[in-house]
């Protein structure tokens, strides 16, 4: 995905703290390292495969807890 994605990144962490909307952030527990996804985490490089919604599945579920409790605050990530 390259830099763009890094930027788009902050910038809806950035407006979803503004505007107190939860922000679940997928990219830290997907990434490479190098502005990409795991290679074992996607089958085309771009989307998710199982393993990667395996992984992202408790990070959704995390934000909405926190969303429906009204607790929106910090964005949810991996505790990896």
């Given at each position: 995905p390259g830099p763009r994605i890094s930027e788009l990144n902050a910038w809806l962490q950035?407006?979803?703290?503004?505007?107190?909307?939860?922000?679940?952030?997928y990219y830290s527990v997907l990434h490479d390292g190098q502005l990409g996804l795991?290679?074992?985490l996607?089958?085309?490089?771009?989307h998710p495969n199982?393993?990667?919604?395996?992984?992202?599945?408790?990070?959704?579920r995390d934000a909405i807890?926190?969303?429906?409790?009204?607790r929106?605050?910090?964005?949810?990530?991996?505790t990896h």
């Open positions: 950035s407006y979803a703290a503004t505007h107190d909307i939860a922000y679940v952030d795991q290679g074992e996607t089958n085309e490089g771009l199982q393993r990667g919604y395996d992984l992202i599945t408790p990070v959704a807890g926190r969303a429906l409790a009204g929106l605050g910090a964005p949810a990530s991996a």
